[in-house]
């Protein structure tokens, strides 16, 4: 195993503390826990939004906290949730009587663990109020949750939904502006190369030099089906299409369109299956409204790529459009 580190056991703690420190005048870190919050949190007459999971995804979940999109993310160890009593002081820190939302991605670690902190939170009179991002449309269920998986369209639901706070709205109206995210958002990966946990030192599975995977998770849970690798144009129609089906998307119709390294594609080979995720959708008479090609939900070093679909209206359009200063989603 190769990775710049010092300790796997401190690796999480170091990265929060260099997070940090690269961005001091956005984000702040509670002290004795694993919670990066806005330096101006809580936020005056506005509701909160945490989210949060298992570390190795970077940049999610820190990278999102900032004025327009999360008011704090917790993080567990890597591929681990974090655990209640650290939601929950990512709860607290950010309450302002305006109640709060967490948004989870759909692992039976972090349902459990944000629940148990919803319930805390209730019980000293904070309102809070959840959504569960289940986009993925490879499998569902797997070694990891049950029904589908929430991968990289989480990144979109922290956008909407932290403009939408931003606007003012009440917890009610992010709430169901989330959840309308969630219902037009659907991803799936692929990826070429297994990835390797700090505390494991092995890789978390394996792929010939040949081989691929469809629909692996962001943790390396299993997916449709393992072949030789082919074209990046036959991936991109692969992924695609799976994406169009599940939304029953038609012509006429308008979608943002990410693109999402794992953490070890260059971004040469993203734009690569951009080209053709674009030529694809505009031959189908689908409109691209934006496009954002990069790395958003990474799963450590692995090698290989998601592609995520949202199907847009007006009221989308103009929250995804809004101000966001999050260190690794300004716009």
Request: proline share 4%; with cysteine.
């Amino acid at each position: 195993m190769k990775k710049i580190i010092n300790d796997p056991n401190s690796a999480v703690q170091d990265m929060l503390d260099g997070f940090v420190a690269a961005y001091p005048n956005d984000v702040k870190r509670l002290p004795g826990t694993t919670v990066i919050a806005r330096k101006d949190a809580p936020v005056t007459n506005k509701v909160g939004i945490v989210s949060g999971g298992g570390s190795g995804h970077e940049p999610a979940h820190a990278g999102y906290v900032g004025e327009g999109m999360l008011d704090a993310a917790v993080a567990g160890e890597v591929f681990t949730s974090p655990t209640p009593d650290q939601v929950f002081e990512g709860i607290k820190a950010v309450d302002n009587g305006a109640g709060v939302l967490l948004v989870i991605k759909n692992y039976t670690g972090d349902i459990m663990n944000f629940e148990m902190a919803a319930e805390l939170a209730e019980a000293e009179g904070i309102n809070v109020k959840q959504v569960v991002v289940n986009d993925d449309v490879a499998v569902e269920d797997s070694s990891f949750t049950t029904g589908r998986r929430g991968i990289a369209g989480t990144v979109f639901v922290h956008k909407i939904a932290g403009a939408k706070a931003a606007q003012g709205a009440s917890l009610e109206e992010v709430q169901a502006v989330a959840e309308k995210t969630i219902q037009n958002v659907s991803s799936i990966g692929m990826a070429l190369t297994p990835c390797i946990v700090p505390a494991a030192g092995t890789p978390s599975f394996e792929l010939k030099e040949n081989e691929m995977e469809i629909g692996i998770g962001i943790h390396g849970e299993p997916g449709i089906e393992r072949k030789e690798i082919t074209t990046a144009d036959e991936i991109a129609v692969e992924l695609t299409e799976k994406v169009i089906a599940d939304l029953g998307l038609k012509s006429g119709e308008e979608v943002a369109v990410m693109v999402n390294g794992l953490g070890g594609t260059p971004e040469m080979e993203l734009f690569i299956v951009n080209k053709k995720v674009n030529q694809l959708l505009s031959d189908k008479g689908i409109t691209i409204y934006d496009t954002f090609v990069g790395e958003y939900m990474t799963s450590l070093e692995m090698a290989g790529c998601s592609v995520t679909l949202l199907r847009l209206d007006q009221e989308l359009k103009t929250l995804l459009d809004a101000e966001s200063k999050a260190p690794a989603f300004r716009r």
